[in-house]
């Protein structure tokens, strides 16, 4: 193993909390306001790690490990994701299955814990959780095909070595099908606008937050620390797929961090600029997804 | 061919979107898009072959399908007084599921198809058919006639991208019939629809199959 695979993993567990802090300050940009120090996230893991966890009664060790297993599904699901040239610290054929996997094994924990709660307001979050993510996930999944298909690679480390010009030119409507369809899942899958809202502040209109709102103390930066390494993921897949390539493998690897951080200006765009869409009309956009990856696959067969 | 395939693209994705939209408004102005995309087809796909009678046949076109349809149907609605589809017989999450089966089919089918070697683009085929799909389940799935005028226009295009597409040498007469039978198809319908309207005091065909006289 070459200890330069390390360095992917190490971006990802350094640098991933700063992602919020751009959204929220490209939010804060677009709002006229001064905005919360870029390095908040640090703070407030740093904070909620020094306190205790209180738990109810009525919690079963289900809750307890919830946010556990969420975060060493996410740190998993980080070793298998590359970074510019450099490839992740694990990979063998067919490790974006394993990637999905894991994403929905840190789901359906979250889900648990939140069930395992017997609050209403998480039940119904849950519900919606499960309900949204069932459409998301083939969305994620058919993009991954295509993605094997169009590259020829079942691999993530090789599939998203940067690509040339050449290859855009080659395959443009199809990758950039892919790359719409993808920036939808991970804005769906990060519970950001315009699917849910990480800002409200009323139990019946989140989906995400209605699920942790009994974690804290350590539990809660574990579930914050994972959401953070989660959005990395998805924007190392953004990033992966359009960055092209340069002769220089530091010079990528520099690339793609400031192209992370590029992503996470978008979606502070985005979350600006849009409205949050209204729990009804949501099913018609992540299947809007899902079958723009369809046509992306379905295009790239010939 | 990078902008052909461009335009087929697009052709595909302004034909999900008429499947998921109920907006009539909307579905109006997207099939005016497609006309107009559609209308730059010939010339791109005979790029190097350009002569008077592609530019004449995409300004016509363009002309009929991007203006003149669009603002009889906007024309259609206004008497009408209809905003959008009420309750149609098929979903509009099920109809994009069923239009991306649908266009999984047509690549299936013009995989066994035998193609001409000068075909513009090898996606020429199934996105014209996916177009004639998508246009027939329009017009079996909505309930309001303007959505199936607008089916009818999708089917057409579809034919039309085929055409363009595969045969690089149709006499100038024959598309200009054609586009002038489109014309005159949408001409009499939207009168219909004004028609119909005036008297039954809606549009909604499902309920003329009640019709005593």
Redesign the interface.
């Given at each position: 193993m070459n200890a330069l695979a390390f360095i992917p993993l190490l971006l990802a567990l350094v640098l991933s909390p700063l992602l919020f802090g751009v959204i929220n300050r490209t939010k804060a940009l677009f709002a006229g306001r001064r905005g919360q120090p870029l390095l908040q996230t640090y703070f407030d893991l740093w904070k909620l790690l020094q306190k205790g966890a209180v738990y109810s009664r009525t919690t079963t060790w289900i809750f307890r490990a919830g946010p556990m297993v969420g975060l060493a599904a996410a740190l998993t699901a980080a070793m298998l994701v590359p970074l510019g040239n450099f490839p992740a610290l694990i990979a063998f054929p067919a490790d974006f299955l394993l990637f999905a996997g894991l994403l929905g094994l840190m789901r359906f924990f979250t889900v648990v814990a939140a069930l395992d709660t017997g609050s209403s307001f998480e039940g119904m979050g849950a519900s919606r959780e499960v309900f949204f993510s069932a459409l998301t996930e083939p969305a994620l999944l058919v993009i991954l095909a295509t993605l094997a298909q169009q590259t020829g690679q079942l691999s993530l480390s090789t599939m998203l070595e940067p690509v040339s010009v050449a290859h855009w030119?080659h395959a443009?409507?199809v990758v950039?099908?892919v790359v719409v369809a993808l920036m939808i899942v991970l804005l769906a899958e990060n519970a950001r606008i315009p699917v849910d809202d990480p800002n409200t502040h009323l139990e019946l209109t989140m989906i995400h937050e209605v699920m942790v709102l009994d974690h804290g103390g350590p539990d809660l930066a574990f579930v914050l620390y994972s959401a953070g390494l989660k959005l990395w993921l998805f924007a190392a897949l953004v990033v992966g797929i359009v960055l092209p390539a340069t002769a220089n493998a530091w010079l990528n690897l520099l690339l793609a961090t400031g192209g992370m951080f590029v992503v996470a200006v978008l979606v502070g765009v985005i979350e600006s600029i849009m409205a949050r869409l209204r729990l009804v009309v949501l099913?018609?956009l992540l299947?809007?997804a899902?079958?723009?990856a369809?046509?992306a696959f379905?295009?790239g067969?010939? | 061919m990078?902008t052909t395939?461009?335009i087929?693209?697009l052709v595909?994705?302004t034909n999900?979107k008429l499947l998921?939209s109920s907006r009539l408004g909307a579905s109006i102005r997207v099939v005016a898009a497609q006309g107009v995309v559609l209308g730059f087809l010939p010339i791109l796909a005979h790029w190097h072959e350009l002569s008077l009678h592609f530019a004449l046949l995409a300004a016509g076109t363009i002309a009929i399908k991007g203006i003149v349809f669009p603002w009889f149907l906007f024309r259609a609605v206004r008497e009408a007084e209809v905003i959008r589809e009420i309750e149609p017989y098929v979903g509009?999450?099920a109809s994009?599921?069923l239009?991306?089966l649908a266009?999984?089919v047509s690549?299936w089918m013009?995989?066994r198809l035998p193609m001409p070697e000068n075909i513009a683009s090898?996606?020429l085929a199934?996105v014209a058919l996916f177009s004639i799909f998508a246009g027939l389940f329009l017009i079996v799935s909505r309930k309001r006639a303007v959505n199936q005028v607008l089916g009818f226009l999708v089917l057409e295009n579809g034919i039309y991208t085929f055409g363009v597409g595969v045969a690089a040498r149709t006499p100038l007469l024959v598309e200009v019939g054609v586009l002038l039978d489109v014309f005159v198809a949408v001409f009499v319908m939207g009168i219909t629809i004004f028609h119909i309207n005036r008297e039954f005091d809606h549009i909604d065909v499902d309920r003329l199959s009640a019709l005593k006289d």
């Open positions: 030119q443009g409507p950039a099908l099913p018609q299947v809007g899902g079958a723009l369809a046509v379905l295009l067969l010939i | 990078l395939n461009f087929l693209v595909v994705l999900l998921g509009y999450v994009l599921v239009g991306v266009l999984g690549f013009c995989m090898p996606w199934p």
